[in-house]
């Protein structure tokens, strides 16, 4: 009986107390999670401790104010305020936060300024996968890596630790998270910036941008909400092969507008445009016929381009790159970056251009060989090359002259002469003739002996009769021989001036006849010959010594006495 009312007093006892201590504790349990203000009673090594207003005081780790090993900066009387996590242990005292009460002040602040979609200071403070960290005042929130900036951003350390304007996008503060956009507030801050801008833009006006992306035409430059393109050329005045030779992406820049479309809002930029233009005065710096010394800045399949100074080149066409080398591509005879001595030919300021020379330099080997080497002077080489027409005979390292097959033999026909050559055969011939222009030399094989026809040639003349041995017959004519040594030929309408008798075939070879000399070629040794031609002049001389207008003779008498009196002169001889 005693131990059951014992029991019954404990169990009161007990109900008595959680009952009596939610009485006395419930009310201020009702403040976890809230913040409250309080006041800083006094301060101990580790704590602060601080009356709430409650039933108990409440402490904070001094941590919180301050870094280990720094001083805190607060003192007793101090109004602060704090976070409630909850009531403690035995002791009764209150844990309470700093941090978190700043935390819940941000969130507050953060929630009013998503709603009303405004900008919040935060500062990028760490890296996470993905992205970044960023403290906005208190709250942390996360930063994706797509929403640093506009364009991908190689180098963020020096946004690190800079307080700078975020979005935010998300907020859960349920699950305390929070997503923030950096690049929302550029692309609005830079649509106002390209509004106001485009607005204002004018043709030459300079302004200051950033190299934003290179191409291999250009770059894009930011001027600031708005890009606009630096074509390759507008770059410098010198000759830019890639604008990246002078431009790299986040240089600073400072460009001219050349054309701006206002419908289209395309803006052409230049750098070139700033400085002095090099050609202003280039006709009078580099007069033709000057010497100058220039850098080989590009090399293409019709020449090079050399560079006289910063932003003025000329063209060295490929036919004035060598006396000599013919159908070479000029990077076998220049290569870039090479210093070279050239010679002013034309200068055409209006379109930037300038022919130079680098053949000029040296000497003109035809030129040197024509005062060397004078008409009908002999010399000495070798066979270069055998073509279809003649023989390539080597005068120097650089320059050959060529013997015509018609100037190998006197006697031989050209390719039986040539027959008798071969190359790599040293052989002498006479200079016939040096065209400087041209870069010929002709040389003659033959020349180095007497024309054995030059005698037979001074003794024959046109209009004259001479005796001629038929040597072939041809379906078009005849050939004939006079003095055994020229040549000549008689057409098949010159046999007779009987169509009829107008046959080759009629004649035989080494058959004797006269006919009157048409032609003349000395040079070839031929001769053209008729033989119509002379029976007709015959037959006027015989009207003329045989008869008359009056004398009553007919035409068949007077040619008849004619060719009696002819007879008889053959006969006499």
Known sequence: MAEATHNHQDHFAGEDFATLLEESLGQDIGFEGSVVTGRIVRLTDDYAIVDVGLKSEGRVPLKEFAPVGVKPEIKPGDMIELYIERYEDRDGLILLSREKARREEAWSALEKAFESNQRINGTIFGRVKGGFTVDLGGAMAFLPGSQVDIRPVRDINPMIGVAQPFQILKMDRARGNIVVSRRAVLEETRAEQRSELIQGLKEGMILDGVVKNITDYGAFVDLGGVDGLLHVTDIAWKRVNHPSEALQIGQPVRVQVIRFNSDTHRISLGMKQLEADPWENV??????????????????????????????????????????????????????????????????????????????????????????????????????????????????????????????????????????????????????????????????????????????????NKGSVVTCTVTGIQANGVDVSVNDVLVGFIRRTELSRDKAEQRPERFSVGERIDAKIVTVDKAARRLTLTIKGREVEEDKQAISDYGSADSGASLGDILGAAIRRRNEDTDVE
């Not at 070798?382 to 006697?411: C, K, P, Q, Y």
């Open 283 to 460: 006709a009078n710096k580099y007069p033709a016929n000057s010497r100058f010394t220039g850098r080989v800045t590009n090399i293409t399949d019709y020449g090079a381009f050399v560079e006289l100074e910063a932003g003025v080149e000329g063209l060295v066409h490929i036919s004035e790159m060598s006396w000599t080398k013919k159908n070479v591509h000029p990077g076998k005879i220049v290569s870039t970056s090479q210093e070279v001595e050239v010679v002013v030919l034309d200068v055409d300021s209006s379109k930037r251009r300038i022919s130079l020379g680098l053949k000029q330099v040296q000497p003109n080997p035809w030129e040197q060989f024509a005062e060397t080497h004078k008409v009908g002077s002999e010399i000495e080489g070798e066979i270069r090359n055998i073509t279809e027409f003649g023989l390539f005979i080597g005068l120097s390292a650089d320059i050959d002259g060529m013997v015509h097959m018609s100037d190998l033999s006197w006697d031989e026909a050209g390719e039986a002469a040539m027959a008798n050559y071969k190359k790599g055969d040293v052989v002498k011939a006479k200079v016939l003739d040096v065209d400087v222009e041209k870069e010929r030399i002709s040389l003659g094989i033959k020349q180095l002996q007497a024309d054995p026809a030059a005698d037979a040639l001074a003794q024959v």
